[in-house]
Nanobody, 128 residues
Framework: QLQLVESGGGLVQPGGSLRLSCAASGFTLDYVVVGWFRQAPGKEREGVSCISSSGFSTDYADSVKGRFTISRDNAKNTVYLQMESLKPEDTAVYYC?????????????????????WGQGTQVTVSS
């Protein structure tokens, strides 16, 4: 059964760092695009970052450019999101998603409907 599991969330002070992991089971991530999204209370799910199957192509939301880095280790069947210089507005539940229909980040990758399979999410709270 295809499953994505996020981990690595927690409570961090402003300016701090976290690394999120998205581990896949039941299928291989080698040939699929993966995206990270987040959803804050009362807000819609928004795209944070996207990485192609090879890892050579990445994209980021403007709000996180220069602070977040997406990467993947296909040998571990895992995608990571390194988050630096965290701000209170980064507080949200973070989800990873994937689709077998694509190996690259489309021009509309930040739209949640571009991805079919989702993890359960991991909470990130940035607060002093």
């Amino acid at each position: 059964q295809l499953q994505l599991v996020e981990s690595g969330g927690g409570l961090v002070q402003p300016g701090g760092s976290l690394r999120l992991s998205c581990a896949a089971s039941g299928f291989t991530l080698d040939y699929v695009v993966v995206g990270w999204f987040r959803q804050a209370p009362g807000k819609e799910r928004e795209g944070v970052s996207c990485i192609s199957s090879s890892g050579f192509s990445t994209d980021y939301a403007d709000s996180v450019k220069g602070r977040f880095t997406i990467s993947r280790d296909n040998a571990k069947n895992t995608v990571y999101l390194q988050m630096e210089s965290l701000k209170p507005e980064d507080t949200a539940v973070y989800y990873c998603g994937t689709t077998p229909r694509r190996t690259f980040c489309s021009t509309v990758w930040s739209t949640p409907t571009e991805f079919e399979y989702w993890g359960q999410g991991t909470q990130v709270t940035v607060s002093s």
